[in-house]
């Protein structure tokens, strides 16, 4: 029992503490990374700045049209039904958390 098992329990502390809060952080960056690699040359994806694409509604808007907790759904089925143009846009479900991780950080 000495300094050394201390210290190991105040990382083991800040870990329990900081997890939750960096693995919605780090959903979000790899949601941000998704909508900027393939949906942001239609859409608007930052919290700023009209659609490239005229039609195509800012992902800010889909946070305040949707509830946040439907979103994920929005995304699956959203995107599925609205590119029918596009048939191999099928988000899978760990694609639309981290994409709905990101529009939570574009809500005030
Ligand atoms: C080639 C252009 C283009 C790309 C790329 C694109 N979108 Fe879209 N998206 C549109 C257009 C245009 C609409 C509006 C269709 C309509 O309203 O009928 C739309 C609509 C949507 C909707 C429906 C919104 C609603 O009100 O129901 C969602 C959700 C969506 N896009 C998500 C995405 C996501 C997520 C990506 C990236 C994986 C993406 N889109 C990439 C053009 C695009």
Not at 12 to 38: E, K, N, T, Y
Not at 62 to 84: M, N, Q, S, T, Y
């Amino acid at each position: 029992m000495g300094a050394h098992n201390r210290s190991l329990g105040a990382a083991l502390g800040f870990c329990l503490l900081a997890g939750p809060a960096m693995a919605q952080d780090a959903s979000g960056a790899r949601g941000g990374a998704f909508a900027r690699a393939i949906c942001a040359r239609c859409h608007a994806i930052r919290a700023r700045g009209a659609s490239p694409m005229r039609e195509a509604p800012p992902f800010r808007s889909l946070a305040e049209r949707f509830p946040i907790d439907d979103l994920a759904d929005v995304l699956v089925e959203g995107v599925e039904r609205r590119h029918p143009a596009m048939p191999d846009f099928r988000l899978a479900p760990a694609e639309a958390a981290d994409l709905t991780a990101y529009l939570r950080t574009l809500r005030r």
